[in-house]
């Protein structure tokens, strides 16, 4: 990957449009107007036409993925679209056995099925359609539906989520927040526990710790960090401006050359959620969907107003994960992902938003994958 990027392949991006937040309010009328629409056309089409298709895939690019490496391929047919793994783009020493990229290609699957929601197609989702061809996660076909203004919301959200690294403020995290949170998680068929109560809280930091000192001492762990982060304008990786000064904090990742200043936390007992996000198997199906109920947490709590950061760092070592799976879980279940929940700090600037790969290098004609 290359560090360093001339600065017009991002600003060429047309997901920049929904990027800034002074268009947000353009974003909305646009998908209201294309609901409306949507309606009318529901009449006579069964398939959304390009441009509707083009914008959803649009909004489903704004997925959160693992070091930003966006590890999707949407593949458009006649009457159908199809999602591909793209397993070059795995992170061999981060994510050895490839349950990062399954979970961040899940986010991808749901962004699309509430992007397109939002305009008026409800997608019916058929999971690793073909087992001769694993890379194949999911296709997907449409029929036209009338969109709510819930709908809406939570596609709104999809821009104005971030992945904020900061410490987040001392302000409780509402009950009623929170119970709506874990259900939009849990109607995926994934679990999602508050991990709130000792000894609980304590193990789960304690599996953070031991991660981030095993990947300290992991040359190629590192290397492939590097490799990663600290961009200035590259489409992929995590930027410099998006990697926080970790000081104390031990569920962030030690990312080099990290350029967000740590927010100014008074009140050392910040009252951030950790949601942990576990299934009852440990196949790619269960991963796919674990990715699934990570979008639904992260943006039911985006359009609440909550901040989020998902993590997986103790998820990525076989002795950490393990010790979750047993010390938290009652072996159980397996887990998935961590999602921070919290307030952010009135104070701090929004998290600026991370770039992605222009849409045609993720998009493509069915026949032209190969597959
Ligand atoms: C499966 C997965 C694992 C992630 N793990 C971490 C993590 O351990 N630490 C972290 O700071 N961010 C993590 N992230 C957040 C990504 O780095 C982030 O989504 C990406 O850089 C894009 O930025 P955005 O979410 O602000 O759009 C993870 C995201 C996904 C989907």
Known sequence: MTAAMDESVVANQPLDRFGQPEEVAAM??????????????????????QETLRSALALASRAPSVHNTQPWLWRVGHETLHLYADESRRLPHTDPDGRDLLLSCGAALDHLRVAARAEGWEATIH???????????????????????????????????????????????????LEAVIAAGASTGVLVRDVDAEPARTELLRAFERAASQHAHDDSYGAELAQWSGTH???????????????SDPTARRFPHPGLPQAVVRDIDADDRMLLLSTSSDDRLSRLRAGEATSAVLLTATRLGLATCPLTEPMELTDTRRRIRTNILDDTGFPQIIIRVGWAVPSAEPVPVTPRRPLDEVVGPLDSSGS
């Open 28 to 49: 909305v009328r646009f998908l209201v107007s294309e609901a409306t629409y949507s309606e009318r056309q529901a009449m006579t089409r069964t398939h959304p036409d």
């Open 233 to 247: 304008a590259a489409p992929q990786g995590v930027p410099a401006r998006n990697a926080v000064v970790t000081g």
């Open 127 to 177: 999971r690793l359609p073909n087992p001769a061809t694993p890379e194949h996660l999911a296709s997907v076909e449409f029929r036209p539906t009338t969109c709510s203004s819930e709908d809406i919301e939570l596609a709104r959200a999809i821009s104005r989520r971030s992945t904020d690294r900061r410490r987040f403020s001392s302000w409780e995290v509402p009950a009623a927040h």
